[in-house]
């Protein structure tokens, strides 16, 4: 059984760029949620996918999208990045929605400049 | 708005010794209460986890103890290790909710 896997580990962009995030959920899981770390704080809920369609959203604006995939994989779509969004974007996959426990990856941390 | 306060912010212990951390929430609606460590680089990691329905949950070296007129719980590290040296967030949850709410986290830091 895998973990929760993303990519990439790193991303450096300009201000203004398009950036995608991908995840892979633990295996058996359906749910993926996705967070946002900003340095020394705790992590922010973004969205959630259960089954390919989003299951609630955390106060984030509308160029924060998201997709999941057939196989419950995950991609997070930032446009028209600011300085404000560098960094750690975490996935985190469930059993199913209604399942309290959430596993997370190893996050990718994301530069704008 | 804040809803949910951990403190301390940080916290120096030596080994052997005991840790802990304390979650105040606002939200009486919350019905599950995890702990969550994170080391540099990683993503948070389930640590342990009580519902409203006990008082205290032991797991190894690890206790949370719950108070639900007070609103508050916090997590008991015994005989802390230097590997203990982490960061670690209360992330509380409503029934049926999408999202754990974090704390701000507390810098964990045992001496040698």
């Known amino acids: 059984e895998t973990g929760v896997t993303q990519s990439p580990t790193h991303l450096i962009k300009t201000r203004g760029q398009q950036v995608t995030l991908r995840c892979s959920s633990q295996?058996?899981?359906?749910?993926v949620s996705w967070y946002q770390q900003a340095l020394g704080q705790g992590p922010q809920f973004i969205f959630q996918?259960?089954?390919?369609?989003?299951?609630g959203r955390g106060n984030f604006p509308p160029r924060f999208s998201g997709l999941q995939f057939p196989n419950y994989s995950s991609e997070l779509n930032v446009n028209a990045l600011e300085l404000d969004d560098s960094a750690l974007y975490l996935c985190a996959s469930s059993f199913d929605r209604t399942t309290d426990t959430q596993y997370f990856g190893p996050g990718t941390r994301l530069t704008v400049l | 708005q804040q809803q949910v306060k951990q403190s301390p912010q940080s916290l120096i212990v030596q080994k052997g010794g005991i840790s802990i951390i304390n979650c105040a929430y606002e939200n009486t609606a919350f019905d599950y209460f995890p702990w969550y460590q994170q080391f540099p680089g990683k993503g948070p990691a389930l640590l342990i986890a009580i519902r409203p329905d006990v008082s205290e949950k032991k797991e190894g070296r690890f206790t949370i103890s719950f108070n639900k007129s007070a609103k508050q719980f916090s997590l008991h590290i015994m005989d802390s290790q230097p590997g203990d040296s982490a960061t670690y967030f209360c992330?509380?949850?409503?029934?049926?909710?999408?999202?754990?709410?974090f704390g701000q986290g507390t810098r964990l830091t045992i001496n040698p």
């Open positions: 295996s058996g899981h359906n749910t």
């Open positions: 996918y259960y089954r390919e369609e989003e299951n």
């Open positions: 992330a509380p949850k409503t029934n049926g909710a999408q999202k754990l709410v």
